[in-house]
């Protein structure tokens, strides 16, 4: 490969770079959006949402394969899986012949987008973060990428509205219920979501208090930490298969059975994509997850 | 022959085979090829239909180089070469690793990992994906994307130096010692790691699993020219190992008497292994089961003489390692299996059912 080529890519790659930084900084949209690929005619897109995004705006007949996470809607299911998107396999990804790569950030490892550089493949990557302005951002720079900036002005504008509206249905309750979100439950032991995940940006948004606000991430929470939390609400996925924890299973835990939750059976349970996902279809999810908590409101 | 000799008395009194070094040089040369077919087929096959033929056509004449894509060219000099490279070094590594071990510590079941090298790579890459964003962020910035290799390989070379000074008194390095000190160490980075896993992100999470599975994806030439010299040394100080380690299955003490100077043989073969188990481990994350099963399998081909075991390791990892990883490209594709799960699930119930059908006879 000629030096020129090599350079060029690199500059691409630090473009990137660039254009991640800016976008991380706090919501100028519109100014900070990366310029539409030259071939947007076979896209892969990594990371659910941003699936979700595309087939959202129309425009799935550019998709050629998806990561592992791209599982909505069914029709995605359809296209090659090139794997989990930390994983993604340099060959595995030219396999599939794509003009570009719509990524979401953290996508990697650094080998392969290396490769794909290397490759002259233009590779975006779209910042997250759990609120409105993060899927309105993607969907802004689905759009961008795309070259369909109107399509997706149409979309953000619907979305924003439809959460607005979402997140209107609990502004008037005036006792807003603590959520505990449990990843799993394994032999007893409660994997919970802490403070900066998708479930506490969900709960917040449905017009909840996340139960449990001393730590970043997942963590095993300690069955006095559960009692301290008072969660007036279970919230855990519904991933069907006989995975999960029953309601058995769940109050057989003494902690869990103390709390107000255990006490009045309050679980819910929804799907993992619909419910964390953080694309288009996060303003119903907002909205079951407001109407499981609080009833119908209006 | 001299290393027909080195077979343990219950073998001895089983009326070996005597002689078997005309086999063993005829298995040495069958490997050989075998390595050979089996790394053109690595090149050959892939997610892709990228053609290798196309590009080695492309050798011979010159107007073919133009007809070929990019792409095509892209796929086998950057992406599969890379990799049957650093899949024939790691395979190698890890093979000879295991035999070197098993023949210093007279116990079929040391693999590499049993001077410490593995809890302590393992070790050192967990706090680089866990603190590369906070604690270790300075570091994790000056060396780029080779932060996790070189984290890898320092805390294995540490963990083994640690053991090897914990286990030698007076000039002399006790065998049982460093076993036993190894699992305590083992132990020790296992809680380590275990707290580092306490406060990872479930991103992190997902990458440390990962990275425990193994893998040759991301093979660049870059990370061959880092670890190809540290694994090659030790590939090429075998034979000096092989004698010294056959005179040491009679015990030690009739090995110094055979002129072995085995305090210096231990040394060498603890730290080679180690540079070259630890490289390995760096590039490539955890992979099993190729230390252990490849030497067994071969002493029940060619018999224990070190002199041709070794060797035969060499090639026999290397090809599994490349056939292994083929697989892990090729049945998902276009995604990939981590390549420590296929060598388990076809090493494990391999070496299950030679346990089984020759009950004893791996007793060294």
């Not at chain 1, 595309?54 to 029709?75: H, I, K, N, Y």
């Not at chain 1, 619909?274 to 609080?294: E, I, K, Q, S």
């Not at chain 2, 390095?173 to 190894?182: R, V």
Request: net charge neutral; no cysteine; proline share 5%.
């Amino acid at each position: 490969m000629s030096n020129r080529r090599r350079r060029a890519g690199f500059a691409k790659v630090m473009g990137l770079a660039a254009l991640l930084m800016i976008s991380l900084e706090p919501a100028h949209a519109q100014d900070d959006l990366p310029p539409a690929f030259d071939d947007p005619s076979r896209i892969v897109t990594i990371g659910g949402s941003l699936t979700e995004i595309v087939f959202a705006l129309g425009e799935e007949e550019r998709l050629v394969a998806r990561d592992s996470t791209s599982t909505f809607p069914p029709e995605a299911m359809q296209l090659p899986d090139i794997g989990y998107m930390r994983q993604l396999s340099p060959e595995g990804v030219l396999s599939v012949s794509p003009t570009a790569i719509l990524a979401l950030e953290g996508s990697g490892p650094p080998e392969t987008i290396d490769v794909l550089a290397k490759a002259s493949i233009p590779l975006v990557l779209v910042p997250e973060s759990f609120d409105r302005e993060g899927i309105l951002r993607k969907i802004r720079f689905a759009g961008a990428v795309l070259g369909e900036n109107e399509k997706a002005e149409k979309l953000a504008a619907a979305v924003s509205q439809e959460i607005g509206a979402a997140e209107a249905l609990t502004k008037d309750v005036a006792l807003r219920k603590k959520v505990l979100f449990i990843l799993s439950m394994q032999g007893g032991r409660v994997l919970a979501s802490g403070t900066g995940t998708a479930a506490d940006g969900i709960i917040r948004m449905a017009g909840g208090i996340n139960a449990v606000g001393e730590f970043p991430g997942y963590k095993e929470l300690s069955e006095e930490a559960i009692i301290e939390a008072q969660p007036d609400v279970i919230l855990m996925m519904k991933r069907g298969g006989g995975l999960d924890a029953d309601d058995s299973e769940l109050f057989a835990n003494a902690a869990i059975a103390s709390t107000p939750a255990g006490q009045n059976k309050a679980v819910i349970r929804m799907d993992g994509s619909y419910l964390l996902g953080f694309g288009p279809r996060t303003a119903g999810a907002v909205r079951d997850l407001a109407t499981a908590l609080y009833g119908e409101t209006d | 022959m001299f290393s027909a000799q080195m077979v343990s008395p219950r073998s001895l009194a089983k009326a070996p085979e005597g002689d078997r070094s005309a086999r063993a040089r005829l298995v040495l040369a069958v490997l050989a090829l075998a390595l050979l077919f089996v790394a053109a087929l690595s090149i050959a096959t892939g997610a892709s239909d990228a053609s290798a033929l196309g590009v080695i056509q492309g050798w011979f004449h010159q107007s073919g180089e133009a007809t070929l894509s990019d792409r095509d060219r892209l796929i086998v000099y950057d992406i599969r070469l890379p990799r049957i490279v650093l899949g024939i070094l790691v395979g190698a590594g890890l093979a000879v690793s295991g035999a070197l071990m098993q023949g210093l510590f007279r116990n079929p079941l040391a693999d590499p990992g049993i001077v410490g090298v593995s809890a302590g790579a393992g070790l050192g890459a967990i706090a680089m994906i866990v603190l590369g964003g906070t604690a270790l962020q300075p570091l994790a910035a000056i060396l780029g994307i080779y932060a996790l290799p070189l984290a890898a390989f320092a805390g294995g070379l540490a963990a083994t130096l640690i053991l090897y000074r914990v286990a030698t008194r007076r000039g002399q390095t006790s065998i049982a010692t460093m076993l036993l000190a190894g699992i305590a160490l083992a132990a020790l980075a296992g809680a380590l790691s275990g707290i580092l896993i306490y406060v990872a992100d479930d991103r992190q999470l997902r990458d440390l699993t990962f990275w425990q599975l193994g893998s040759l994806g991301g093979a660049t030439w870059a990370k061959i020219f880092a670890a190809g010299p540290i694994i090659l040394a030790t590939l090429a100080a075998t034979p000096f190992f092989a004698r010294g380690l056959d005179s040491l299955a009679l015990g030690e003490p009739s090995a110094r008497h055979l002129g072995v100077p085995v305090q210096r043989l231990k040394m060498f073969t603890i730290l080679s292994v180690a540079a070259a188990t630890g490289a390995a481990v760096a590039v490539s994350g955890g992979i099993g089961f190729i230390g252990i099963v490849v030497p067994h399998l071969l002493r029940l081909l060619i018999g224990p003489g070190n002199r041709y075991l070794l060797p035969a390791s060499a090639l026999l990892g290397a090809s599994l390692l490349l056939l292994a990883d083929a697989v892990s490209r090729t049945v998902v594709a276009p995604a990939e299996l981590p390549i420590g799960i296929v060598t388990a699930v076809f090493g494990a119930p391999f070496f299950f059912w030679v346990l089984l059908r020759r009950r004893g006879i791996l007793d060294l």
